[in-house]
């Protein structure tokens, strides 16, 4: 669920450092603990059969300890680097809510702006049109910072989430592990973007991708609806994709993914193609990008039985097959490596 501005404006730093310095505190303690576990947790002197036991046990200890401290830092990292993220946003935030009362401006918790001001009594259309224009500007601006402190916010959000050790919290384990995630950055930039400009950058994404996999796609159609984040058509060669998703980066995952696909039943094709001795294999492409002919065979089998929780399949069956474990793996390695550069790059080619 996307952050609100009414969300952002009870934002405050400073319970971020002092969580921060918290974990500090823990942290010395912990790895004070440790070491003297480590060093005197089995007599030097003790040998035998039950002391190389007890050594191992303590190893063992040591190692968890260990794991857990290092999942501690990566949080009291986290919380360190918010910390001043969030500070611009508070004066970002307040400068928003300064300008607009100064201006007879309202800025609502969904971020919407409204004018307060009665107008004044114009001694033409000149005078008048000149006002207007002058509050739709100061309008736009209090919008555009909004949206800039919405940005800031989502990349803050997604620097905190990824300070979340492994083994915290089992969803965002699947998700790190099916799906990727965006970085801090990317997150940032995605939420700056237009919904226009987002689709533009999947739309030139999508032409890319075709154009490398040597597959034809005949349209991008944003009609999936619900939990579903796209599929790809190989009936009609449509790249299917559900609007609800458009302000997530995640959407990308889902592109990356379903033509993954295209290219899966491309290589099908590819693979199963006639020529003669004398004309080139069109399956050599694929080879050149690591995919054998023994997966291509593998995803023909898989496609011919195609595991679906609509037709009575379980999740885990639809979950492991092989053309979803090699889709799943293009969209989680393209959103986890994406940066904000990309996303500009695509939407400056997209134009």
């Known amino acids: 669920m996307a952050i609100t501005f009414g969300q952002v404006k009870t934002w405050k730093a400073a319970p971020l450092g002092d969580a921060g310095d918290g974990l500090k505190a823990d942290l010395r303690k912990l790895e004070t603990s440790r070491d003297e576990l480590e060093a005197n947790g089995v007599a030097k002197s ?52 300064d300008r607009a009362k100064t201006n007879e401006f309202n800025v609502s918790d969904d971020g919407s702006v409204t004018s307060t001001a009665t107008p004044p009594t114009f001694k033409n259309r000149y005078e008048a049109e000149e006002w207007g224009t002058s509050r739709q500007t100061i309008a736009q601006e ?74 034809d796609v005949e349209d991008i159609v944003w009609d999936a609806q619900g939990s579903t984040n796209g599929y790809w058509s190989e009936d009609d060669h449509t790249v299917h ?11 990308l995952h889902t592109v990356a993914h379903e033509m993954r696909h295209a290219r899966q039943y491309e290589a099908i094709d590819d693979n199963n193609d006639f020529q003669f001795w004398w004309e080139d294999d069109p399956f050599d492409m694929h080879e050149e990008d690591g995919i054998t002919e023994g997966q291509a065979e593998e995803w023909e089998e898989n496609f011919d039985d195609y595991k679906s929780t609509d037709n009575g ?7 492991n097959q092989p053309v979803e474990a090699d889709a799943r793996k293009s969209g989680r390695d393209y959103l986890d490596n994406l940066t904000p550069a990309e996303l500009d790059r695509l939407l400056k080619e997209s134009k």
Do not use: C, F
């Not at 399949?313 to 979950?319: S, V």
């Open 46 to 97: 003790w040998t035998g059969v039950a002391a190389d036991a007890a050594r191992g046990h303590r190893d063992t200890l040591v190692a968890k300890l260990s794991s857990h401290i290092t999942g501690k830092q990566q949080m009291q990292k986290a919380l360190y680097a918010a910390e001043p993220q969030v500070e611009a946003i508070e004066r970002l935030v307040q400068g928003i809510l």
């Open 142 to 215: 209090l919008a555009d910072d909004i949206t800039d402190a919405l940005a800031k916010a989502a990349g803050v959000d997604q620097i905190l989430t990824d300070g979340i050790p492994a083994g915290t919290d089992a969803d965002l384990d699947q998700t790190r592990d099916q799906r990727g995630m965006a970085s801090p950055e990317t997150t940032e930039r995605w939420a700056q973007l237009t919904d226009a400009e987002r689709k533009a950058i999947i739309d030139q994404k999508i032409e890319e991708l075709a154009k490398e996999y040597g597959v």
């Open 241 to 251: 994709l559900n609007p609800g998703n458009v302000d997530d980066p995640d959407i």
């Open 313 to 319: 399949d379980t999740y885990d069956e639809y979950y």
